[in-house]
């Protein structure tokens, strides 16, 4: 399966649509290949669900999005796992191994916009 992770630098994204690129990994079991970074196409509505399923993506990692970036994924059937954070590699080793959860975003939207807050 291909695995894509919001990243800043090496570190999960607080907020999937805005970040500058997406570290995909192909996960095999507990075997994972880093197979390239893409560059994000641009926060505008829907694309970038549309953008990553054209890189046949099956799930999607952030600390956050919003709610309707997550049922978008969704329609593409595409899973997400928000809540997260720290080194790329590692939570998709943790990933790969069964032990990441989604939990809360950590982007919370009012009045359209992320105002960043936990």
């Known amino acids: 399966m291909k695995v894509a992770v919001a990243k800043e630098g090496n570190i999960v994204s607080a ?38 399923s054209e890189h046949k993506v099956d799930f999607v990692i952030a600390g956050g999005m919003g709610p309707r970036a997550v049922e978008l994924f969704c ?4 899973e997400v796992v928000l809540g997260v954070s720290g080194d790329i590699d590692d939570v998709v080793s943790e990933f790969a191994r069964g032990n990441l959860k989604s939990g809360e975003s950590m982007c919370h939207h009012e009045g359209g916009e ?5």
């Open 15 to 52: 907020h999937f649509g805005h970040c500058a690129s997406y570290a995909v990994y192909n996960v095999n079991g507990t075997e994972i290949t880093r197979e390239e970074d893409l560059l994000s196409p641009g926060h505008e509505p829907g694309r970038l669900p549309a953008f990553l």
């Open 114 to 118: 992320c105002d960043g807050s936990h």
């Open 75 to 78: 329609s593409y059937g595409i």
